[in-house]
Nanobody, 117 residues
Framework: QVQLVESGGGLVQPGGSLRLSCAVS????????MAWYRQPPGKQRELVAV???????SYPDSVKGRFTISRDNAKNTVYLQMNSLKPEDTAVYYC???????????WGQGTQVTVSS
């Protein structure tokens, strides 16, 4: 059973920054594409960033240019640097492996990000 432990969330003012971390217990972590997702209040979970096993990244237009996903395979950890945060970025943020367009493992507890003045 793979465990995902997200951390780094909090309350931040609009325009601020946060760096999220996700520790992954999987063996062969480096072989998986990893992704960050978020679930805003009352809405469905959505994809916000993907990083392949080779280190290529992609983002939806809503966060492109503001969010950066990265990974440290030696630490089995994936990160999400979030800059220029907006109130609409408020959500619970989750990480997971991504395969064929789907999340691969059971979800962790997530980390709450609240953007508000």
């Amino acid at each position: 059973q793979v465990q995902l432990v997200e951390s780094g969330g909090g309350l931040v003012q609009p325009g601020g920054s946060l760096r999220l971390s996700c520790a992954v217990s999987a063996t062969r972590f480096s072989s998986y594409a990893m992704a960050w997702y978020r679930q805003p209040p009352g809405k469905q979970r959505e994809l916000v960033a993907v990083i392949t096993s080779g280190g290529s990244s992609s983002y939806p237009d809503s966060v492109k240019g503001r969010f950066t996903i990265s990974r440290d395979n030696a630490k089995n950890t994936v990160y999400l640097q979030m800059n220029s945060l907006k109130p609409e970025d408020t959500a619970v943020y989750y990480c997971n492996a991504r395969s064929s367009g789907f999340a691969l493992w059971s979800w962790g507890q997530g980390t709450q990000v609240t953007v508000s003045s």
